[in-house]
T-cell receptor, first 115, second 114 residues
Framework: AQSVTQLDSQVPVFEEAPVELRCNYSSSVSVYLFWYVQYPNQGLQLLLKYLSGSTLVKGINGFEAEFNKSQTSFHLRKPSVHISDTAEYFC?????????????FGGGTRLMVKP | DTEVTQTPKHLVMGMTNKKSLKCEQH?????MYWYKQKAKKPPELMFV???????INESVPSRFSPECPNSSLLNLHLHALQPEDSALYLCASSQTDRGWETQYFGPGTRLLVL
């Protein structure tokens, strides 16, 4: 079984500042890792994913994440945020022996970008 | 095109009503999912269909009844719901149910049970 911890439930930041949203996971097998964003009153949109290969993954809207196997982390970063980045961000994990493609989500981090 | 559509967007129903939620995708995906999301919480998996067959039921009460009439369509039939069932219901699909496949989510149906 897998578990995901998003260490910050809320992250306030000023526009054009950098941001890091933290995600740590636990798993007894190798994992696939995902970040999704949910804008108010909408569904989830995939930001980026790590399946294998390069540990630095670039996604949409200028976001990137780095897979650190020794730290069991997959932190999301953006060098300069916009007001439009205000949303809920979910880190999710799947074990590579997963049947049914079941995602395990973290509790979510609300990113609040202030002018 | 990575679009999953869901209808209706909003639904209000009484505890004695019967209603259905609909989800559709035309990406040729063979795995489809229903999730329930309460406010300020992550989505919780309810059901997984793989090649139109129910493969996972996460101990969901029988008042929720899924149906997959064909590879593009997924329904969730609702009957005798409780107020605590009020939530955002999300549908997702993926190419197959293999672990590396990305799940693509629809916009959700916001359900209010009175």
């Amino acid at each position: 079984a897998q578990s995901v911890t998003q260490l910050d439930s809320q992250v306030p930041v000023f526009e054009e500042a950098p941001v890091e949203l933290r995600c740590n996971y636990s798993s007894s097998v190798s994992v696939y890792l995902f970040w999704y964003v949910q804008y108010p009153n909408q569904g989830l949109q995939l930001l980026l994913k790590y399946l294998s290969g390069s540990t630095l993954v670039k996604g949409i809207n200028g976001f990137e994440a780095e897979f650190n196997k020794s730290q069991t982390s997959f932190h999301l970063r953006k060098p300069s945020v916009h007001i439009s980045d205000t949303a809920e961000y979910f880190c999710a994990v799947k074990g590579n022996n997963n049947a049914g493609n079941m995602l395990t989500f973290g509790g979510g981090t609300r990113l609040m970008v202030k002018p | 095109d990575t679009e999953v559509t869901q209808t209706p967007k909003h639904l209000v129903m009484g505890m004695t009503n019967k209603k259905s939620l609909k989800c559709e995708q035309h990406m040729g995906h063979r795995a489809m999912y229903w999730y329930k999301q309460k406010a300020k919480k992550p989505p919780e998996l309810m059901f997984v269909y793989s090649y139109e067959k129910l493969s996972i039921n996460e101990s969901v009460p029988s008042r929720f009844s899924p149906e997959c009439p064909n590879s593009s369509l997924l329904n969730l039939h609702l009957h005798a719901l409780q107020p605590e069932d009020s939530a955002l219901y999300l549908c997702a699909s993926s190419q197959t149910d293999r672990g590396w496949e990305t799940q693509y989510f629809g916009p959700g149906t916001r359900l209010l049970v009175l």
